[in-house]
T-cell receptor, first 113, second 118 residues
Framework: DAKTTQPNSMESNEEEPVHLPCNHS???????IHWYRQLPSQGPEYVIH???SNVNNRMASLAIAEDRKSSTLILHRATLRDAAVYYC??????????????FGKGTLLTVNP | EAGVTQFPSHSVIEKGQTVTLRCDPI?????LYWYRRVMGKEIKFLLH????????ESGMPNNRFLAERTGGTYSTLKVQPAELEDSGVYFC????????????????FGPGTRLTVL
């Protein structure tokens, strides 16, 4: 699996936007970019995914660079509940053994009240 | 709709004993996955079921681990005999297959089972 690089930690203030970066310079043309997060004492949860175009859903936005070598997860207004570890994961759309999620260390997001 | 449930939430056993973890996926989800996080490490994939068949078991650490999914519903993960290094949190996840786009479909995770081997 192609690897991703994320900052170990980031800090934000409540109700401010948060931009979580992810580098994936070796991404292949068949890789989707997925984001999951893990709240304290819970299992991971899906946030968003995309291929080439920017994506929005009720939780967040995903901005993908034109060359696809990096992406940014955007939380428009951070809340205390958004404090979690955020994982940027590449998944090959060709399936097979690529159904699995390969977690890295992720970014620990702290949200200050 | 009920989410993915796992039982027990915690288990403390002695080295050499047997433990069986259970996962109930979301109803109708054909795909079921097991992952684990051992102390200080990243979450690692163990295996993937499609219905009752093992699609990918490349992450199973050794033959002390046995996963089953009889009837394609709930799954069990048995560790026999347990060793100290098996301590960690075991997560189960499920996803819908749906129209051949299963690779894209989000995985729904359970809360995990914390296993402590003494």
């Amino acid at each position: 699996d192609a690897k991703t690089t994320q900052p170990n930690s980031m800090e934000s203030n409540e109700e401010e936007p948060v931009h979580l970066p992810c580098n994936h310079s070796t991404i292949s043309g068949t890789d989707y970019i997925h984001w999951y997060r893990q709240l304290p004492s819970q299992g991971p949860e899906y946030v968003i995914h995309g291929l080439t175009s920017n994506v929005n859903n009720r939780m967040a936005s995903l901005a993908i660079a034109e060359d696809r070598k990096s992406s940014t997860l955007i939380l428009h207004r951070a809340t205390l509940r958004d404090a979690a570890v955020y994982y940027c994961i590449l998944r090959d759309r060709r399936g097979g053994s690529n159904y699995k999620l390969t977690f890295g260390k992720g970014t620990l997001l702290t949200v200050n009240p | 709709e009920a989410g993915v449930t796992q039982f027990p939430s915690h288990s403390v056993i002695e080295k050499g004993q047997t433990v069986t973890l259970r996962c109930d996926p979301i109803s109708g989800h054909d795909n079921l996955y097991w992952y684990r996080r051992v102390m200080g490490k990243e979450i690692k994939f163990l295996l993937h079921f499609v219905k009752e068949s093992k699609q990918d078991e490349s992450g199973m650490p050794n033959n002390r681990f046995l996963a089953e999914r009889t009837g394609g519903t709930y799954s069990t993960l048995k560790v026999q005999p347990a060793e100290l290094e098996d301590s960690g949190v075991y997560f189960c996840a499920s996803s819908h297959s749906g129209h051949g786009t299963g690779i894209y479909n989000e995985q729904f995770f359970g809360p995990g089972t914390r296993l402590t081997v003494l």
